[in-house]
């Protein structure tokens, strides 16, 4: 029996049939195997997109929390710089020249004690609010 014989006989439409199946099955499997390779591209990007996002928001809170740290400590500078220096004058006006019972405040004590009431009353003021949206998307 020749090739040619083979292939009408049918013999050769089960093998030609067979292959057409194999060549079907690959096509789907490989159409499978590429929608799922996308489908994973995609999921990796979507993840990648959200770590992105989060990072940046992360920086934005990082330098606005970093600004109000800086605001914050230059008040404080301020306050340690101002505070003990008329506490130690005042010390040293009442320890040189402590009041006798009774007796009614000098000037220059009146002065201090109205100096750090001042400063007392400055530090206990609050300062600019900083809103909690402040720094979020800057984009």
């Known amino acids: 029996m020749s090739v040619g014989t083979a292939l009408t006989s049918w013999k050769g439409y089960v093998v030609a049939a067979l292959a057409g199946a194999l060549l079907l099955a690959g096509v789907v499997l490989e159409r499978h195997i590429y929608g799922a ?3 994973q591209a995609g999921i990796d990007k979507a ?3 959200h770590a ?9 809170q990082t330098a ?7 605001t914050l400590e230059g008040a404080l500078v ?3 710089g101002a505070e003990p ?8 006006v009442e ?19 109205n ?6 009353n400055f530090a206990g003021q609050p300062g600019p609010a900083v809103p909690a949206g402040a720094g979020g998307d800057q984009r």
């Open 95 to 113: 320890v040189q020249s402590p009041l006798p019972a009774g007796c009614r405040i000098d000037a220059g004590r009146l002065q201090h004690i």
């Open 47 to 49: 993840n990648a997109d």
């Open 64 to 70: 606005r929390i970093g600004s109000i740290s800086e």
């Open 37 to 39: 390779r996308k489908y």
């Open 52 to 60: 992105l996002s989060a990072l940046a928001e992360f920086k934005a």
């Open 115 to 120: 100096e750090a009431g001042r400063v007392a």
């Open 78 to 80: 301020a306050l340690r």
């Open 85 to 92: 220096k008329i506490i130690e004058r005042y010390t040293r």
